[in-house]
C-alpha cells in the first residue's frame, strides 16, 4: 500500500505531468480518466512503466472507481471539466461532473479506511474580483464568477464540513492559472495561447490588458503535490492552500511584454470590455510558509521551452491550434 496513489483525471493538462514526476519517485499510480478530450495519445508513453496503470472510467459511476478505492493510501482528485469556457459550453455535464460526480466520490472515500490523503484541486478562481489594492490569502471572501469556480467553491465548503466525520485526511489547493509544456497541451490558457499567436505572428487581441492573474508551472503543481503527499498530515489535514508564487501575479499585458522581448513583433491590439471580468491577485505566503514550498519554473523559461516547442513541432498548425478544452466527447 506505500507509494500507491490513485489520480482521478489523471490523463490531463497538470495529470500527465504529475504522473510522470511519481513514476520518478517511484509511487505505484493508477490514472483513472475518462479520455473526454480524446487524449489517448498522452498516456501511451507511460503504459510500458510497470508502476503505471490507465483505467478508463467516468466519475459520475461508482462501480468503476469504488474497486480501485481499496488498493491505494492517497488520492489526487483533478477529475473535471476545467475552465470558464468549456463549462459553459457543456452547462450539464458539468454539473454532473464538477459538481456531482465529485462530491459522491469524496463521500465514498470515508468507506475505505486505507485511505490517508485526498488531495482536491481547487482554483484561485474562487476569488472572482478582488479590489484594486487588495490581495487574496485563503481568508479571503469567495466571489465565483462562473459555474466552473461555483462549482469548486461548493465542492470546498464540502470538504470542510467533514471535520471530525472522516477517516482520511483532505487538503484542498487552489491552483493559479496553470501554463508551460505538458505530455496533453493547451493552448487555450492565457501563456500558452499568447505565446503561440505571438510565434504565428497572428493578429493577437488581448482583452482587458490589466486585469490580473496569478500563474503557475505546471510541473510546479507536480511539485506541490508531491510536498503535500509527504508532509505530515498535522500541517495538511483539512488545511486551504493557495498554489503558486508572489513573483507570478501578472496582468495581460505584463505577460505580453515578457514574450515580445524574446519574439518581437508590433500587430497587437488591446481591447476593453472582454466577457472575462476576473481581476485577482493572490497571497501564496501560506504555501511557503508552512510547507516550505517555492516555485522554480518562471514565465521566462515557459515562453522559451512553449517556442522551442512551436519551432520543432512536424504538428499541423490546425492541430496545434485544437489543443486545449474546446470540446468534450458526450
Known sequence: MKNKILL????GY????LIEELIKKNYDVICFDSLIYEQNECIKKFLSKKNFQFIKGDIRKKNEYLPLLSKVKDIVLLAGLVGDPITKIYPKEST????QGVKNFISECNNFKNLDKVIFVSTCSNYGLMHFDRIADENSPLKPLSSYAEHKVEIEKYIMTLKNKVSFSPVILRFATAFGLSHRMRFDLTVNHFTKDIFNNSNLEVYDSDT????CHV?????LILTVLNTKKNKTNFQIFNAGSNKNNFTKKDIITEIVKILPIDNIKYVKGGVDRRNYRVNFDKVGKIL???TEYSLNYAIKEILNFLKQSKTQKDKINSLGNYKIII
Do not use: K, V
Open 8 to 11: 482521478m483525471g489523471g490523463a
Open 292 to 294: 516550505n514550498f517555492n
Open 212 to 215: 490580473w492573474r496569478p500563474y
Open 14 to 17: 497538470i495529470g500527465t505531468i
Open 219 to 223: 510541473r510546479d503543481f507536480a511539485r
Open 96 to 99: 454532473e461532473i464538477n459538481l
